[in-house]
């Protein structure tokens, strides 16, 4: 799934655009980067701990219906 999807008129079944899960992990980074107790965090722990909130937010996605 795309977060800004863009169809594609030549081949309507493609879409460009950023997915959705990474929109959720750049924004779950930027508020990370505010936060004092990840002001020291080396950015590869950052990233991976915006995906895992990316994950968690998609996955909540899935089960809005419940």
Known sequence: MKAFPKLNEKQPSYQTGMDLRDWFA???MQ???LRE???DTPANVIA???YSLADEMMKA???KDD
């Open 48 to 50: 991976i701990d915006s």
């Open 37 to 39: 107790d990840y002001v």
């Open 31 to 33: 508020s990370m980067n």
């Open 26 to 28: 750049g924004l779950a």
């Open 61 to 63: 996605r899935e089960n």
